[in-house]
Structure formats: C-alpha cells, structure tokens
C-alpha cells in the first residue's frame, strides 16, 4: 500500500478545495473587513501546521508555540516600527526618531540590539532564524536528554512565561503589555488602506500554500514514517539505529519556523504585535484549533482554524457576555465525541460515502480508496 | 451663552425651578440648529454613518469578559445609563440612540478588531469605550484611520492627543499634582515611597511624582518599587518601608494586587491612620474587594467620589442604583465613562451634525453642567477640565472629602519639565 506520489488523488483534491476557497470564494464573497479577519485567523494556520507535523506525526505536545509566533511577529514588528518612528512622524517626542514607547520610558537613543531592524533583509532572515534557532537550543537541550512528554509540555510552557514576563518588564525595549501599536509601512507602501489588505491576504495566503507543500513533503518523506514510528514507539525506533533526538529537534524547529512566519503575517495584516500573543493561554488556544481540525491532517488543522476563530467572532459579536462559554462547550463537545476533530468527522463519516456514491457510478479504480484512511488512524 | 443655557435646560440634573426660571428668557436666544426638532438625516449625516430619520447608533466596546471585567463593568453600566437618560429625554438632534455592545474581553487585539467592526460595519456615530491604556494604545490606530470618534474614560498617563477621542478621565498630572501638593502641606511630607504596577500608566505617573517631588515640593523620593500585574507578594517592600519610614507611602498598584497589598500593610503593623498612604489607583470598586477595614484611613486622589455632595451627584447615585441594584458602588472612572454619552450629545447639538469631522472640531469649549462631579468642560487638547480632590478612605468602603481644589485644573498631556 505505499504510495510514492507526493499527493495521492483524494490529497491533491482537497489542497485544490482549499485553494478555490481561499483564492476565488472567500474574496469574492467577503467584504474587506471580513477577509481581513480571515486573513488574522490564517496566521494562526501557519501555527496549527507546525503543530500537525510536531504534535500530529512527532508526538512532540507543546504548549509554547506563542513563543515563536511572538518572536517572528515581534521581529516583523520592529522592523514595521522602526519606519513608523521616521524624525518627521516623531516630531512631538522628547527624543525624536526612536519608537515612541522608548521615548516614555526616558530612553534616548536606539538600543543596539534593535539598529539591524532597520533593513528588511535582515528582518526576513530574522523571523526565520531567530525562532528558530531558538526552538534548536530548547530542543537540543530537552531531546538530548531525553526530556518528552508532559514534562516536554510543562517547560514549553515555562518558557511561554519567562517570556512574556520579559517582554512586559523591558517595557523600554519592547513596548511592555502595550505592545507595538501603530505599524503604518512596509518600504514606504502604506499597509492600512483596503487594497493593501488584500494583497496582503493573497501574499498570506500564498505562504500558507508554501508551507503546506513544505508540511506535505516532511509528511510524505521517509522522514515523516520516522516521526510516526518514533510517536507509536520511540525505543524501538532508537534500537534501530535511528538518532530520535534529532528527528524531534527537526520537527520542532519546522513547528517554530511555521509559527514564526505566522506572527510575521500577523504584525502585517494586523498592524500590531503584542505580549498577549506569546504567554500560556494563547499558546494552549493554538494547540485547541489544531485539535479541533484534527492533529493528522494538514487540511483539518487549516479548517478548524478558521472555524474555531469564525466561531470565536461571531459568538462574541451575538452575545458580548455569554460567548466565552459558548466556545468552551464547543471544545469540550469536538474533543469528547471526535477525537481525531474534524478531519476525523471528514474521514470517518463524510468521505467514505462520497467515495461510494463515485464509486457506484463508475466502476472502482483499484487501490485508492483504503490509502487516505491510513493517516486517520487513531494515534494509539 | 445661548449655549450655557442650552446645555442647562437639557441636563436631567437641573432643578424644575432653575430650569423654568433660569432658561426660559434665554430660549429665543438658542441657535436654530439645537433646537430643531429632527433635521433632516442628509442634513446631519454627510458621510454615510449609521444615522436614519428616528435613530443614531452607538458603540459600547469593553470588557465584559476576561480579567479586566470586573472594573469595566461599571464604565459599560455608566454608559448604558446615560443612554437611556438621553433617550427619555428625547435623544440627539431627535433621534433616539440605538446601541451596540462589543466584547473587547481584556484583549487589546480584540478591542482593536472590535472597534473596526464598529466603525466599518457598523458605523457607528461614536463609540464610548476601552479602559487600559493598552487597549486604548490598539484602538487608536483604527480610530484614526477610519475616522471615528472615541470617549475614553479612565484616569490615564497623558502623553497622547488626538482628534479622534476625548479623554474623560484625568491625564497624569491633573491628578497627581494637585493632591501631592495638599499632601505636603498638610503632612508637612519630605521624604516619599513609590510603589506601582509594573506598566505604563504607574510608571508614567510616579515619573511625573518624582519630578514634581524633587523639583516642586523640595522633598526626597527614598524608594520606587514595581510589581507585575496581578503580583499578590509585597512583603519585601513593606519591609523596605519600614526600613526607611517615609512619610507618605505613594502608590499606583492596579487590580486584584492591592486586595493582598493592603492586607499585607496591615498584617506587618502599618496603621494608616498614622501612616500617610496617597493612593491614585483605589476608587470605590477596589475597596469593594479590599475591604473598608484594610484600607480606612488612607487617601485617594482622582476627581470623584460617590460620597460627593452636590445636587448632580445626588440625582446620578440614586438613578444608578436604581438600573444596577444597590449593591453597586461607583467608582471614578465609572462616573467618567458617565460623561461620554452627554459630552457627545451635548457636541452633537451644537454642531448640528453627526459628522466625526465637526464633533472634534465643536468638541473644545463643550460645558456639561450635570456631571456628577461638578462642572466639567472639554479643553483644546481634547481632554476634561475637572477638579481635583482628595478623599479619606472610611471603613464602610466610601471616601470622605478632605480636600478639593479651587478651581478647574488644566488638562496638560504633554507636561513641561516633568518629561
């Protein structure tokens, strides 16, 4: 039953779904406000990726993916910032020229750490390295020792806090809980009208597709067979000959990267950055939306994003006071009676009767239906 | 004066007798505008705002839910009173205000998405809202890309202006100076303690203390101490104050920390009766959950307390306790989250229009003569002429008055020499 396709059919239509509705209906149908919001809740996609090849394959549980949402958001944020702060914008300020919450906080010139921010490229290479060289340390750190697990989970965790414990003291430095408001530019081109938002959402979405490809391929590579081994029975992997710690590590560090560019895509399409994106809860919100799409399949994680969030907005515009709890049920409700979320509903319910009612009018192809199943296997 | 008057006669707080007395030979005077029945929508509305020929709608954007609900509470009630005031008075420019209530739920990217949902799908005329400086700091941006207009009620840093809000509440230093400066004279304080929350508005406000300690007073400023939000251990300070026995303990600790604040003060033996405490961040809603008996005998300085006596005031209490229940306890901040819906009609009517463009611009000047503080008007910057005052805290969680300024203080955002 192996299939060296990089799709196999029922894969290639689904990514095909997704694109129409991303590219043709959702900007067709919404005004630009709502695919504004759409384009906020796809940054979060970027994370539930990284957590369906991490958590989903790897086995990997953690709880601290704001982390590096936060650090690529907060990357592309200081670059943002750094051009909103131009000495003609700044004028009022005691100290023009500098951010204006380091101008509140009596610092009078740039901190040295912030002066390469002012050139895109080294932005870019930024969010990508920064997160991720990160996660490589926490990840040598823990794996080497075979730290995994819950006690894994728990020190994500921590490190969620550290950081946002720092990001809120250096208020100097980072804008403290404030966060960084007000991003106006990207190279002078003013990202707050309308037409800029699309095309922000377009380019947005063009890098969830790169990255879907990228997950597509981890997935589908020998590589991808190694994660799910090492998650149904690490020893035996290891007796194998096979260096776990270095496969998790991998895994963890692609989960960052995702995530990173998420945050990147966020402080874009949102015009800000702050601390509330990095601590314990949001980070547990984004393991949420993984879970609801279902943590084995790279479309469900996708969708349920963009359900939980839809739900999350609508819910509280209806009723402002009772939404939260209306949410929660929904959690409780997709976790209890569909473990493997949506993807789980999709394959166990949906598409086998799809497949039939194809399959009832033409004669079967051989050998395809049973493939897609594969995946949705319960992780036991 | 046409203008006085009006404001005057559309105040609920006015006496039948002033009234009748003292408005009646002023009406020929009134400016047609205000006093038209219900002008037509075209008239009033040039730039496609939710305003039809019998309603004008308006947004109400706090926290209902999260960590911040239990003080935004109270501004949501303040504004939902002064709506239904407003509308049983006839509304604005005829129209009767329809309102519509978003969750910011104590996430600053929500109030950020929440006030562009109002302002782009909903257009609404105004919007009364946000409560942390944090909040405000992500609303702003939208506010003035989209061109809306923001009532801001909290007590807050200063260093900001912008044509798009008008800040009810006190900017730093008209709070501050006024009750450091009774203080002094009245204890005689020299030497001065500095403890806060570690984030904008305490740091901004004990910057501003120091400078005017240091350069005003000609005191010392012995120890400045900051705690993370929702902190709950002061032990180490309280040792620290009483190492070095200030003579006024100065403090702007926010939310749920100064319930084990004080506790903690009168665990380690500090009476406050002795012990000068000047606090600006503890209004009747705090003490609701510090308890009387912890915090009695220290001094609050904002610019309202339940317990003021005045005419205003003693129309406003009542009628809020009658919506929200006796049990409410009004607080500072939920009485300036009162001013924004009349400051905002009160614009309306006398510019003659819903346009945002004109309410900022007819906005300085604007006298409102209910508030339950007392006279209040809207300076140049955008922000509130009010008075300072200086309350006592009792054990049955109200404040006494000591002290009251003259005169109205200035609104100074960006003060000179405390930067």
């Known amino acids: 039953m192996t299939d060296n396709r990089f799709f196999n059919r029922s894969e290639f239509i689904g990514i095909l779904v997704l694109a129409v509705f991303l590219v043709v209906i959702l900007p067709l149908t919404l005004d630009v406000f709502r695919l504004n919001l759409v384009a906020k809740y796809l940054t979060y996609a970027f994370v539930a990726l990284g957590l369906v090849i991490c958590w989903g394959y790897g086995g990997i549980l953690s709880l601290g993916q704001g982390v590096f949402?936060?650090?690529?958001?907060?990357?592309?944020?200081?670059?943002?910032?750094?051009?909103?702060?131009?000495?003609?914008?700044?004028?009022?300020?005691?100290?023009?020229?500098?951010?204006?919450?380091?101008?509140?906080?009596?610092?009078?010139?740039?901190?040295?750490?912030?002066?390469?921010?002012?050139?895109?490229?080294?932005?870019?290479?930024?969010?990508?390295?920064?997160?991720?060289?990160?996660?490589?340390?926490?990840?040598t750190a823990m794996f080497k020792r075979r730290v995994g697990g819950t006690y894994f989970a728990i020190i994500t965790q921590a490190v969620a806090a550290i950081l946002t414990i720092l990001i809120v003291g250096q208020q100097g430095y980072t804008g403290g809980i404030n966060g960084m408001t007000d991003l106006r530019t990207l190279k002078g081109w003013d990202i707050r009208p309308d037409h800029a938002k699309v095309v922000l959402y377009f380019f947005e979405v063009g890098c969830l597709f790169a990255c879907i490809m990228i997950a597509q391929f981890v997935r589908h590579s020998k590589l991808g067979r190694i994660l799910v081994?090492?998650?149904?029975?690490?020893?035996?992997?290891?007796?194998?000959?096979?260096?776990?710690?270095?496969?998790?590590?991998?895994?963890?560090?692609?989960?960052?990267?995702?995530?990173?560019?998420?945050?990147?895509?966020?402080?874009?399409?949102?015009?800000?950055?702050?601390?509330?994106?990095?601590?314990?809860?949001?980070?547990?919100?984004?393991?949420?939306?993984?879970?609801?799409?279902?943590?084995?399949?790279?479309?469900?994680?996708?969708?349920?994003?963009?359900?939980?969030?839809?739900?999350?907005?609508?819910?509280?515009?209806?009723?402002?006071?009772?939404?939260?709890?209306?949410?929660?049920?929904?959690?409780?409700?997709?976790?209890?009676?569909?473990?493997?979320?949506l993807a789980g509903i999709w394959g166990d319910y949906v598409q086998p009767r799809i497949e039939r009612l194809i399959s009832s009018r033409k004669s079967k192809p051989a050998g395809w239906t049973d493939s897609s199943v594969a995946d949705g296997a319960p992780a036991e | 004066m046409s203008d006085e008057t009006n404001k005057g006669l559309l105040s609920p707080f006015r006496r039948k007798l002033l009234m009748g007395m003292a408005a009646l030979p002023a009406i020929t005077m009134l400016p047609k505008t205000s006093f038209a029945q219900a002008p037509a929508t075209s008239a009033v509305n040039t730039t496609g705002l939710a305003v039809t020929d019998t309603e004008v709608t308006v947004g109400i954007l706090h926290s209902a839910t999260g960590t911040m609900a239990i003080s935004e509470t109270g501004s949501i009630e303040a504004e939902k009173l002064a709506i239904e005031q407003i509308n049983a008075m006839g509304g604005v420019l005829g129209r009767k205000i329809k309102i519509i209530q978003e969750d910011g739920a104590s996430d600053w990217p929500t109030f950020a998405e929440k006030a562009k949902k109002l302002l782009v799908n909903d257009k609404v005329a105004a919007i009364m809202g946000c409560w942390t400086s944090a909040s405000r700091k992500a609303v702003l941006p939208v506010m003035e890309q989209y061109n809306g207009m923001l009532y801001y009620p909290t007590f807050y840093e200063g260093l900001e202006q912008s044509k798009n809000v008008i800040y009810t509440g006190q900017e730093a230093t008209q709070q501050i100076l006024a009750g450091l400066n009774w203080i002094a004279k009245e204890k005689g304080a020299?030497?001065?303690?500095?403890?806060?929350?570690?984030?904008?508005?305490?740091?901004?406000?004990?910057?501003?203390?120091?400078?005017?300690?240091?350069?005003?007073?000609?005191?010392?400023?012995?120890?400045?101490?900051?705690?993370?939000?929702?902190?709950?251990?002061?032990?180490?300070?309280?040792?620290?104050?009483?190492?070095?026995?200030?003579?006024?303990?100065?403090?702007?600790?926010?939310?749920?920390?100064?319930?084990?604040?004080?506790?903690?003060?009168?665990a380690a033996g500090i009476d406050l009766s002795k012990q000068a405490l000047l606090t600006i961040s503890v209004t009747e809603d705090e003490i609701d959950g510090i308890g009387g008996e912890n915090i009695a005998g220290a001094y609050a300085c904002m610019k309202y307390f339940q317990s003021l006596d005045n005419?205003?005031?003693?129309?406003?209490?009542?009628?809020?306790?009658?919506?929200?229940?006796?049990?409410?306890?009004?607080?500072?901040?939920?009485?300036?989250?009162?001013?924004?819906?009349?400051?905002?009609?009160?614009?309306?009517?006398?510019?003659?229009?819903?346009?945002?463009?004109?309410?900022?611009?007819?906005?300085?000047?604007?006298?409102?003569?209910?508030?339950?503080?007392?006279?209040?008007?809207?300076?140049?910057?955008?922000?509130?002429?009010?008075?300072?005052?200086?309350?006592?805290?009792?054990?049955?969680?109200?404040?006494?008055?000591?002290?009251?300024?003259?005169?109205?203080?200035?609104?100074?955002?960006?003060?000179?020499?405390?930067?």
């Open chain 1, 229 to 341: 081994a090492m998650r149904e029975k690490e020893d035996r992997v290891r007796f194998s000959g096979y260096s776990v710690a270095n496969f998790k590590i991998f895994a963890f560090c692609i989960a960052a990267v995702f995530a990173a560019i998420g945050g990147a895509m966020f402080a874009l399409n949102v015009g800000f950055m702050s601390p509330s994106f990095v601590g314990i809860v949001p980070s547990i919100e984004m393991v949420i939306y993984t879970a609801v799409g279902g943590r084995l399949s790279i479309l469900g994680a996708i969708y349920g994003t963009l359900l939980v969030n839809f739900a999350k907005t609508s819910l509280s515009e209806s009723f402002p006071e009772l939404w939260l709890f209306g949410l929660g049920g929904l959690f409780i409700a997709v976790v209890l009676a569909f473990p493997n979320g």
């Open chain 2, 190 to 266: 020299k030497t001065f303690f500095f403890i806060g929350s570690d984030y904008i508005w305490p740091r901004t406000s004990n910057k501003i203390a120091r400078k005017h300690v240091e350069n005003v007073l000609k005191g010392k400023v012995v120890g400045e101490e900051y705690y993370a939000l929702g902190s709950t251990q002061f032990n180490s300070v309280i040792n620290k104050i009483k190492l070095t026995k200030p003579d006024v303990i100065f403090t702007d600790v926010v939310g749920g920390s100064n319930v084990a604040f004080y506790k903690q003060l009168k």
């Open chain 2, 311 to 419: 005419p205003n005031n003693k129309t406003f209490v009542p009628a809020f306790k009658k919506m929200w229940g006796e049990k409410t306890v009004i607080g500072d901040v939920t009485q300036a989250a009162y001013l924004g819906p009349w400051l905002w009609k009160l614009t309306v009517e006398k510019a003659g229009s819903f346009d945002v463009d004109k309410i900022a611009a007819a906005s300085p000047g604007i006298e409102f003569k209910g508030a339950p503080e007392g006279y209040v008007r809207i300076h140049e910057n955008h922000h509130l002429w009010s008075k300072t005052r200086v309350g006592r805290a009792k054990l049955d969680g109200q404040f006494e008055l000591i002290y009251e300024t003259a005169d109205l203080v200035e609104p100074d955002p960006f003060p000179k020499g405390y930067q």
């Open chain 1, 69 to 139: 949402f936060g650090l690529g958001g907060y990357c592309m944020a200081m670059f943002l910032k750094l051009e909103a702060s131009s000495v003609e914008n700044t004028k009022i300020q005691s100290t023009p020229g500098i951010p204006d919450f380091m101008d509140w906080n009596q610092i009078t010139a740039l901190p040295l750490f912030w002066k390469p921010f002012n050139s895109l490229t080294f932005t870019i290479a930024a969010i990508i390295l920064v997160p991720g060289i990160f996660a490589l340390i926490i990840g």
